[in-house]
């Protein structure tokens, strides 16, 4: 119940495209999901973050969306370019407890 | 946001060794995280640790073989001990906000070779 699914595995999408990622999870006292973006040799950086209570959030070309009846929630990356390829984590969170991450999408944008 | 960085950045050991990485943050956290990222995998949490006490380990992972010392507000350090190739991975440091209860930052993290 507190795995978060994550698909696909990987991605690619041609330049100026819309990326999708989704990811599922079980526990619906989940409060919040955050997006983590992780380029090669680095540590993974934050990108975007919903709470349950709204549908969708936008962040420049980011935007996730948030489907709370079905437990789902999806990361759109619009106009993708060659500099998002990266690898993708979406997490969700119970309050003060651990965050629990999927499993990671690579992404690659062709040029 | 949090500025935290790590040393080493990596490094190549010998079967039976033990590594000390250290994670300093620039700002004074109440709890920090240690994570290991297999190749090519999601992060797994090790353990919690939290100033003043004795840190929290995850299923699967002891205190014998990885040992958290967090001596004040700011630093913390995570010792892999009698390494094996099954070692190799990376070990990311990570604290919590702001805002606290929800945000979490990483480090760059630390490359570990066990021969």
């Known amino acids: 119940q507190q795995q978060v699914k994550q698909s696909p595995q990987s991605l690619i999408v041609q330049k100026g495209g819309i990326s999708i990622i989704n990811c599922a999870y079980e526990?619906?006292?989940?409060?919040?999901f955050p997006w983590y973006q992780q380029f090669p040799g680095k540590g993974p950086a934050l990108l975007i973050a919903i709470r349950p209570d709204v549908s969708e959030k936008k962040e420049g070309r980011f935007t996730i969306s948030f489907n709370k009846s079905a437990k789902q929630f999806s990361l759109h990356i619009m106009d993708s370019q060659p500099g998002d390829s990266a690898t993708y984590f979406c997490?969700?969170?119970?309050?003060?407890?651990?965050?629990?991450f999927g499993q990671g999408t690579r992404l690659t944008i062709n040029p | 946001s949090a500025v935290i960085s790590q040393k080493p950045s990596r490094d190549i050991c010998q079967r039976g060794t033990s590594l000390t990485i250290q994670c300093q943050v620039d700002?004074?956290?109440?709890?920090m995280f240690w994570y290991r990222q297999q190749p090519g995998q999601s992060l797994t949490l090790i353990a919690t640790?939290?100033?003043?006490?004795?840190?929290?380990?995850e299923s699967g992972f002891v205190i014998d073989k990885f040992p958290i010392s967090r001596p004040n507000l700011t630093f913390s350090t995570l010792t892999v001990s009698n390494m094996s190739p099954e070692d190799s991975s990376i070990y990311l440091c990570s604290v919590e906000g702001p805002p606290l209860g929800e945000t979490q930052y990483f480090g760059p993290g630390t490359r570990l070779l066990v021969l």
């Open positions: 640790a939290n100033q003043g006490s004795e840190a929290t380990y």
């Open positions: 526990n619906t006292a989940f409060d919040y």
């Open positions: 700002s004074q956290v109440t709890m």
């Open positions: 997490a969700a969170k119970e309050g003060a407890q651990k965050l629990v």
